[in-house]
Structure formats: C-alpha cells, structure tokens
C-alpha cells in the first residue's frame, strides 16, 4: 500500500504544475459553490439564515434536539410547534414568525447518542467542531478511495457537494463519506464496512442501492455487521432514555415525514428525485411514486451492471454513488457530497490509467455534475426540477459507454 501511494503522489505531481481536468474541476466547482453561497446564504436581509455566523443553519436542529434531549425534554422533538419555539428561544431569532413550523427532527431515536455531546456545548463551538469534522471526514473518504493522492483529496474537500453541506452545517458529509466508504470496503473488508453502514442507518433513505447490492452479492458478513451496529445504537438509545425517542419517533416523526411527501411546498425545491420532478409537474402522489420506481429500477439495473463487473473499483463506485442519489425519492440536495466522491474516485482511476475513460469520454458531462450540487436548489427555484434529468441521463449514457468499451 506505501508503494501505491508514493506511485499516486509521484504521477500527481506531475500534475500540479499545469492547468489541467483536475484544477479545471476545482476551479469550476469553487466558483460555482461562491455563486451559491454570495446568492442564498450570506445573510439575506429577510432572515437571519446564518444565525449570526457566514456559515451553518441546520445544525440549529440538531442542536436543539440534543440539548432538549440533556433535558430530558425529548417529547418536544415530536410537538413542531414547541420544537421551533424552543428553537427560537435558544437562538433568539428577530424574524421567529417566519419560522414557527421551520424545523422538524426527522432522524431515526438512535442518533440521539450520537449527537448529544453537541449538547454540552455552546453553540458555537459546536458550530466551529461539526464544520472542522464535517471536513475531516470527506478529507479522510477522499484520501481512501484515491489512494493518498493529495490534490484529490482536496478536491474532495471544496468540492460543491462538500461546500453546499457545509454552508448548511447538516449531516451530508457524514452521510456522503460513510456510504462511500461502506461501498469501497464492501468486498474487501466487510467488518469495517459493515460498521460504517451501520453508522450510515441515521439516514436509512441513502443506503437502498447499497443495500440491495449487498444481498444480490450475497455479502452476509458486511448485512451482519451493519445489523450489528444498527442494534447496539438502538439498545444504547434504550438504555440511555428508554421507550420515549421510539414513541415519538413511531408516534409523530414518521407520519410526519410521510405527510412531507405528500406536500409541495419550500423544502419540496430542496430535494433531488424523479418523485419530486414528476410532483413538481403537476403529477399526483400515486403516479410520481410509480413513476419514479419505475426510473429507480432501471437505474438500480443498469447500476448493478457495472458494480458487478470488472470494471475499475472507482468506476463501480461511481455508478452506486449516482445510483444512490436518485433511487430514493426523498434526497436533500446537501447529501451530493455522494456524488461529489463518487466523482473523485472516477477520476483517480482515469489518473491509474484505467480503461475505458471515462472522464474524456465525457468531461463535459461530468463537470455538469461536478457543479451541480452548487445550482440544485437555484434550479430547483427556477424551473420543474430539471436537474434530476441530468443525472438519470448521466447514469445511462456512460453507463452505456463503459459497457461498450468492456465488451470491446
């Protein structure tokens, strides 16, 4: 493994000293993530999004709910109205109006335990903590899947995905690395895998396409260890605070969350999936969902085409990271840090001369994604959600393309 990473760093400074896709990418993704940020988060004059800071918003709920929870106060997270006030009180908001039924607690009991420490905090602090961690867990995905390659590494980094998240100060680098990482280690190390997947059941949505490889490539180690650890969290929130975080979860979050699907409204131009394009055409609850499986399973089809083939370890990667982003039909546009590595590990293979490429079979194609996550929710403002299109149309298309070139 030393012996790949020096090869990797030694090809890579080779690099560094041109204007070539990499820098390219990273310049693009970097203007694109400022265009983001100078036009929805630097302190729009009609509400304080940034809560006093250039950067978070989300991490509001998360905090809340931990403090709440240090309080023993957990019933609030299923009440809207008393969550936000709570919200609203802790932060001191001038615009509280705005915001009454802003927020909701939509992550399953057994992440309590995982965020309560934040509690402890002040916010702050735990604003400037979660940012650095955010970091270091897409620097720590980035490092893996290229093999030590610096610059990739830090394009993993800036990437939009990677900004859009941290702009937010939610959960999508978290979600992103650990869905990448259980999908890199899957064959390879399943224990580990396991253990990060099991990690990744906070957000049990992104895990469908990895899931269901996973039993269609019969890996029972790495479904053990991810049940494994799904179970000890479940018994820690037990024994932690008892029955009340499922009754809530059970009672409130989840017709809650239901309920969400079924309504068009500000968060609907936050997610990215064929359901909501088909809702935001006008289409009935019914036929979206219909609709979008139908999508959903082509693209699983299609995906597991490549991940089961012999194509480069970073092209399947690829594949199941834009698979996992447009299967489920609730997906918020912060969680493309999947994307974003997804897109790094591609292009490390092309970098170990990996046949076919496909990054100049399609490099136009590829920025488009690369910069996407930066113009989802300004798309999704703008027009139907027409960006879900680019990524059912980039799925089939050089999927095709890496079929073609294998069977060549």
């Not at 990499?22 to 302190?43: D, E, R, V």
């Not at 909701?104 to 903590?129: A, C, E, K, M, N």
């Not at 293979?349 to 590829?366: I, M, Q, S, T």
Request: cysteine-free; overall charge neutral; aromatic content about 18%.
């Amino acid at each position: 493994m030393p012996q790949v990473m020096s090869q990797a760093r030694s090809a890579e400074a080779k690099h560094l000293g041109t204007f070539d896709y990499h820098h390219f990418l990273l310049f693009l993704g970097l203007l694109a993530s400022w265009f983001l940020y100078m036009i929805i988060y630097y302190k729009p004059p009609y509400w304080d999004y940034t809560l006093g800071h250039y950067i978070g918003h989300d991490l509001a709920n998360l905090y809340v709910a931990a403090r709440l929870t240090l309080m023993d106060r957990i019933e609030v997270l299923g009440d809207p109205v008393a969550y936000n006030t709570w919200i609203m009180q802790t932060f001191g908001w001038p615009h509280g109006a705005l915001f009454e039924h802003f927020y909701t607690y939509s992550y399953p009991p057994h992440f309590l335990p995982v965020i309560l420490p934040f509690g402890l905090l002040d916010y702050t602090t735990t604003l400037y903590l979660w940012t650095f961690l955010s970091i270091a867990v897409m620097a720590w995905a980035g490092w893996i899947i290229t093999g030590g390659r610096v610059l990739l590494t830090i394009m993993a980094v800036l990437s939009a995905g990677a900004l859009a998240n941290l702009f937010h100060a939610n959960t999508g680098a978290f979600a992103g690395a650990l869905l990448i990482l259980s999908l890199w280690y899957m064959r390879d190390r399943p224990v580990l895998a396991g253990i990060l997947f099991g990690l990744l059941s906070f957000k049990p949505q992104l895990g469908i396409v990895a899931f269901v490889f996973a039993v269609l490539g019969r890996h029972w180690k790495f479904l053990f260890w991810a049940t494994a650890t799904t179970l000890f969290f479940i018994v820690l929130t037990w024994a932690l605070f008892g029955l009340e975080p499922f009754r809530v979860f059970f009672d409130y979050t989840i017709p809650r969350q239901r309920a969400f699907l079924h309504y068009w409204g500000f968060f609907s131009y936050f997610i990215i999936s064929p359901f909501e394009m088909f809702t935001a055409w006008g289409m009935s609850f019914h036929l979206a969902m219909i609709l979008h499986w139908l999508i959903a399973l082509l693209v699983l089809w299609s995906s597991w085409k490549i991940w089961h083939s012999d194509l480069p370890k970073g092209y399947r990667l690829f594949f199941a990271a834009l698979a996992s982003i447009l299967v489920p039909p609730y997906i918020n546009h912060y969680d493309l840090t999947i994307l974003s590595l997804g897109i790094i590990a591609l292009i490390a293979e092309r970098d170990r001369k990996a046949v076919p490429d496909l990054v100049n079979a399609h490099p136009w194609l590829l920025a488009l994604l690369w910069v996407a996550p930066a113009f989802s929710l300004i798309v999704n403002l703008m027009t139907p959600h027409l960006l879900t299109l680019l990524y059912v149309f980039a799925v089939f298309r050089m999927a095709a393309t890496a079929r073609l070139a294998a069977s060549a």
